[in-house]
Each structure stands twice: as C-alpha cells, then as structure tokens.
C-alpha cells in the first residue's frame, strides 16, 4: 500500500479496504465479515432498489422522488388518524377539547362549526324520541325533493393505478341497456367500510345537481356475496352470489376502484359466477 500511495497518489487505508485484511480470520472465528464493513447509509440503498422495482425504468429519479413524497404524505396522515383515535378513547379528555376528522371534499367552510363529537353510529342505531331516522327521511324528502335533479349517464371513466407495474391507467364502465344493439351491464369493485374488494353489477350511474351547483355522483349497484357454495369442478375458486335485484345499493363513485369480470356458472346453484382472475387472449379468439 505504501509503495502504491508513493507511486500514484492514492490511499488505500480506509475501514472497506482495511477490513479485507481480516477478513479470512472473521470468517473462521465468527462465520461471517464484520458487520462495520460498509459505508455509512449504504443500506439505504435496499429501500432505492425497491423505488425503483416499483418504476418503469425511465426517469426513475423522479418517480422515486415522488413515490417517497407520496410515503412521507401517507406517514402524515396516519399519525394524525392515529392521533384522532387516541384523542377519541382517552377518558381523560374533556369533550369540549375533542376534534372532528377534516373532510377530505370540503371546499369551502360553512359559517359555521362542530364540536364535541360522540364516536360514529349509523343512523339506524340511533333512537331517539322524535324517531330521528324517519324525520331525517321526510326533511330531506321535502327540503331536496323539488329542487333534486337527476342527470343518468351510461359510462363511468375510471383513473387507477396499476398494482402490477404501477402505471396510471383508466378503465371504462358501461351501464347502458343499448350498447350497439345488447343491455352491457359492467361489474366493478368497489370499497366499503368492511370490505375493500366489494364487488357489484352497475344497474344505474346518474349525477345528482343539488342546491348551490353543488353535486354528487352516484351509482346503483346489484351486490355480489361470497358463498360457500362450491362446483364439482374444483374447490378453489373464488365464488360470488349475485344478491336479488330488491337489495341493490347506492355507491358514490369515488370508492369505485375499477372493473371486475365476473362469469356466470351454467349448470349451477342460480346466480353463482366465477371471478375471473386470468384473462389471455386466448378468450376472445
């Protein structure tokens, strides 16, 4: 080393070249190198290599960039959700000092402000003398009623981000009885508060236009249920039961996720279809 450093100039003593020296009596005495043979926060580049696993390769600084931004955000928001709940379950807090959760839509304040909330209940478990849930039913019937209007639209564009190679990428729902000719009924996976891969048959998609050019949109949606019934065939499929046409449900259409294929199984239980996980090219020949 010295005749080297003499010769061109360069130092070869530092702690990654210097471990190599001991680096045949670490292996015999300890089965492994010494742990101090990197440099300090090289191990940050595992989580680098997983950004970028993530990436499709091209200007992958930035996607990185902004993957660690989006983590950073998500890291925000769950504390303060964290926060919230500890806040709610302390017995020790006063009710006054108690917080509301920000809605997310909210564009522009009310004069008005809340205080001082209980924990969340639907409205079906609230009883109360004046019967809230059938007075809360007739106010909005006559307060909206005359002034709601209804504007029904057939397809659904759905922005969403690819779990596979994590492009953006948008999908196309039909709810119309006269697509070229044939009723095409789309079925989508939606989120609930207990199921994040709900699933369901698009029956009506419409906007409602409410006082002060505010909206809302929505879709009536025939439900899919997991059943335990299985074929003959094979034990391993994944099976849903489409639900009667009388419990459909209304679905606002920002926890629409994308669409789903679901095929009816002919020969079976009614109502019975397989989720179709595998889709090639093949199919459509």
Not at 3 to 19: I, P
Not at 125 to 133: A, G, S
Not at 172 to 191: S, T, V
Not at 250 to 256: G, Q, R, S
Request: net charge negative.
């Amino acid at each position: 080393f010295q005749e080297v450093y003499k010769r061109h100039g360069k130092d070869f003593n530092f702690l990654k070249q210097h471990s190599l020296s001991h680096a045949i009596e670490d292996f015999m005495s300890k089965g492994t190198s010494c742990n101090m043979n990197t440099c300090v926060g090289e191990g940050f580049q595992q989580e680098v290599e997983k950004m970028y696993q993530k990436t499709n390769g091209k200007n992958a600084e930035h996607q990185i960039a902004l993957q660690d931004e989006n983590e950073e955000a998500m890291a925000r928001i769950k504390m303060a959700v964290n926060e919230w709940h500890r806040n709610q379950e302390d017995p020790g807090v006063e009710e006054e000092e108690r917080t509301l959760i920000a809605l997310a839509n909210q564009v522009l304040p009310g004069h008005w402000t809340l205080g001082s909330p209980e924990n969340h209940h639907p409205s079906h478990q609230i009883r109360l003398e004046q019967h809230i849930q059938v007075c809360l039913f007739f106010f909005l019937m006559s307060a909206y009623l005359k002034c709601l209007q209804i504007e029904q639209c057939k397809v659904i564009y759905v922005k969403y981000q690819s779990k596979v190679d994590w492009q953006s990428s948008r999908d196309i729902l039909h709810c119309n009885p006269q697509f070229h000719n044939a009723p095409r009924f789309d079925c989508i996976i939606y989120e609930t508060n207990d199921n994040p891969i709900a699933m369901g048959e698009l029956c009506f998609v419409f906007r409602c236009h409410l006082l002060g050019n505010a909206a809302i949109d929505l879709a009536m949606v025939r439900l899919f249920r997991k059943t335990s019934w299985q074929p003959n065939t094979r034990m391993d499929c994944p099976i849903r039961e489409k639900m009667p046409a009388t419990t459909a449900s209304f679905v606002t259409l920002e926890h629409i996720v994308h669409s789903t294929l679901l095929c009816p199984i002919f020969g079976g239980k009614a109502g019975m279809h397989y989720i179709i996980d595998c889709v090639d090219e093949d199919m459509y020949l």
